[in-house]
């Protein structure tokens, strides 16, 4: 059994004390019916009844059955006050510390003797006084005991004001921990598909520089690499720009779009690939069509991921593709805006970069995160195998 709380430990001890010097002073609250028994006979309800006090958090219900026994056999005696103000506060407590079930009964059932016993004075007495006995029953037992049910009920409210204000603040924790993970999923995107393509032209063209002993090739070379550098500084600055929080000296530049297709397929002619660009269309319409005619522009989600998707296959190309064109062509075919990469599959025949995996993820990722579809790998042709990027985005969900 656990040992008592010092606050019981303390009720006990002063109701003992109390009730010794009540005793002492000859302090008395009736004539025993029983003249034989000695005034000194109160004094055993009133130790043990102070003894229960100790068992009021522990055994609530228990010290409250024990203390109504001893509250009966406290009649028989001189009485002393200090044993029913202890009684009073063993309802209270096996209201507060009882069992749910308990903490509603005992207020009903106190109530109801306190009811049934001043109706009972009243028809036995036949005196308008005989009304105080039940208010005095009442004061004693259901009063504590609606006392603790009005406090634990408080009690509980606050807990489980405590446990609610807890889980919102896990639940907010994991919001904030999704959150930064997918802006940091998103940034890793953005940082790879920026910087890859400038990276990688620099890797092989430099390659090319140092093994081949032409002036001619290694100024040539020496030109894309410089130009890709100044581009991927560009790039790197413009990310910087989208990171700084609050600041005034770098406005936010605005996200790549389909505009930008165009001199994206020229980068990439000045880096080496035989790329042709078509689309996108609808029904035989250009994109100006399109936006003269339906909507100003796409939703910008579906263009950051179109013109991402793109910029990734070309460089998958100009690292992993064997010599040969290579066609870009989109396409809106309903509320779906299609995107097709195709280029030779094979060995490439010059200096390549290493590759990690993360384009083709990076891809997938953004259209997944339109609701799109994306299939990525070799592929059967008329003109032999091909490397096969195909990413179909909804336009309607991107707009959200």
């Not at 001893?70 to 009684?87: E, M, N, R, W």
């Amino acid at each position: 059994m656990p040992r008592p709380h010092r606050v019981d430990v303390l009720i006990a001890v002063s109701g003992l004390l109390g009730g010794f010097g009540l005793w002492g002073l000859g302090i008395g609250l009736r004539t025993p019916p029983f003249p034989a028994l000695p005034d000194a006979w109160l004094l055993l309800p009133l130790v043990l009844m102070s003894a229960l006090e100790l068992l009021r958090r522990t055994l609530p219900q228990t010290a409250l059955a024990l203390g109504t026994l001893l509250l009966v056999a406290d009649q028989l005696t001189p009485g002393s006050l200090v044993t029913i103000i202890l009684f009073a506060d063993l309802a209270y407590a096996a209201v507060l510390y009882g069992s749910p079930a308990a903490a509603r009964r005992i207020p009903w059932t106190t109530g109801l003797v306190t009811v049934g016993s001043t109706i009972g004075f009243l028809a036995w007495f036949q005196e308008p006084e005989a009304v105080l006995l039940g208010v005095m029953i009442g004061l004693v037992g259901f009063a504590p005991a609606t006392t603790g049910a009005i406090v634990r009920n408080h009690r509980d409210a606050a807990e489980t004001a405590r446990l609610r204000a807890e889980q919102t603040a896990l639940l907010a924790e994991m919001d904030r921990t999704q959150a930064v993970t997918a802006e940091r999923a998103r940034m890793a995107r953005e940082l790879h598909d920026m910087v890859a393509n400038h990276l990688s032209a620099i890797a092989i063209h430099s390659t090319a520089a140092l093994s081949l002993d032409d002036p001619g090739t290694t100024r040539d070379a020496l030109g894309v690499i410089r130009e890709n550098s100044v581009e991927g500084l560009a790039e790197m600055r413009r990310l910087i720009g989208l990171l700084r929080d609050g600041s005034d000296d770098h406005e936010p530049a605005a996200a790549p779009t389909l505009d930008g297709l165009a001199a994206l397929a020229e980068q990439a002619r000045a880096n080496g690939l035989d790329v042709t660009l078509d689309g996108p269309s609808l029904d035989g319409r250009t994109l100006a069509d399109h936006r003269r005619t339906r909507s100003p522009r796409l939703p910008a989600p579906v263009e950051l991921a179109a013109y991402r998707i793109v910029q990734e296959s070309l460089t998958n190309a100009l690292k992993h593709a064997a010599p040969g064109p290579v066609h870009v062509a989109l396409s809106l075919p309903g509320e779906t805006l299609t995107v097709t990469v195709t280029s030779p599959f094979g060995d490439p025949s010059g200096p390549r970069a290493p590759g990690s995996g993360a384009g083709l993820v990076g891809m997938r990722e953004r259209a997944s995160l339109l609701g799109g579809e994306f299939e990525a790998g070799p592929r059967e042709d008329a003109d032999g195998t091909i490397w096969y990027v195909r990413a179909a985005l909804p336009v309607e969900g991107g707009s959200e």
